[in-house]
């Protein structure tokens, strides 16, 4: 069986993302001669070439590429092993929650107060992050637990308890042509321009990149875009908009989620918090 220490993927990573020896070399604090004769080592080992090198550019081949998706899968999963391995030992371990800034749905407190009364109750440490990365944050093992928006986040690898399904709305200054209407189609918003959310690629947006909520309803009020959100992000609704229900839109569903891998008592007691609480009504 081929092999190949954590220490070498961290080399090889490096380079990958670099796609340049020298600044691979400054990243990993190692001189670059060493970084070269490892990544050969490594090429060596598998019986196929990582980079192609010329004396102006450095590309990865399709082993590398390969290499580079499932080795970072590989480090990440390493140094969540080792994070949970200290935490599971840790018996004053804190929990980590993660949701985006108002991504709760009015229903944190609730649960945070039927977790209070679990026998083995933590201490909760609430963690805020960007549109697309709390699956990572639970992935990665920064966090426990996570409160995710579902078709919005990646669910793959994570084990979730739906918390509530609501309908989705558009977004509009008060003076938009669609203000008025009791309820709007998919179609309906053809021509409209959308949000970027940083971080997600694709979707339909073709306006300004927007990094979470406030700064989307901003930039709707002042006219730069519309958007669409389930309803609970956007409630009580700002001066000057006007929210719409789009009746085609499929629901989302605010989720808790974990790693599947994680079956420890800390997130079960948890989860079985927020169950308690009951899915909130559409």
């Not at 001669?33 to 990582?50: D, F, M, W, Y």
């Not at 102006?56 to 390969?66: D, K, S």
């Not at 008592?265 to 559409?282: I, K, M, N, Q, Y």
Request: with cysteine; net charge neutral.
């Amino acid at each position: 069986m081929i092999e190949l220490q954590t220490r070498e993927l961290e080399y090889f990573i490096a380079v990958a993302d670099e796609l340049h020896f020298g600044r691979a070399a400054v990243r990993l604090s190692i001189a670059q001669p060493a970084l070269s004769k490892a990544i050969q080592r490594i090429e060596t080992r598998l019986g196929v070439p990582l980079f192609v090198r010329s004396s102006r550019r450095v590309e990865l081949t399709p082993a590398g590429e390969a290499l580079q998706e499932h080795g970072r899968h590989a480090l990440n999963a390493v140094s969540a092993a080792v994070r949970n391995a200290r935490r599971a030992g840790d018996t004053q371990a804190h929990l980590r929650l993660v949701l985006k800034p108002g991504g709760d749905a009015g229903l944190l407190s609730g649960i945070l107060a039927a977790y209070a009364h679990q026998p083995d109750a933590r201490r909760v440490d609430i963690l805020f992050s960007g549109p697309a990365d709390r699956a990572d944050f639970l992935l990665g093992g920064r966090a426990d637990v996570g409160l995710l928006y579902v078709p919005f986040d990646d669910l793959d690898g994570l084990a979730h308890e739906t918390l509530r399904t609501e309908d989705r709305v558009v977004i509009v200054p008060s003076g938009h042509r669609l203000a008025g209407r009791a309820s709007v189609l998919m179609s309906d918003l053809e021509g409209e321009t959308l949000p970027r959310w940083k971080g997600i690629p694709g979707g339909d947006g073709t306006g300004p990149e927007v990094t979470d909520v406030v700064q989307m309803l901003h930039m709707i009020t002042v006219g730069r875009m519309i958007g669409v959100l389930p309803r609970s992000l956007v409630e009580p609704v700002p001066a000057g908009l006007i929210c719409v229900p789009v009746t085609d839109a499929p629901p989302s569903r605010l989720v808790l989620a974990w790693n599947e891998q994680d079956r420890r008592p800390l997130v079960a007691s948890f989860v079985a918090a927020a169950r308690s609480t009951g899915t909130a009504p559409e």
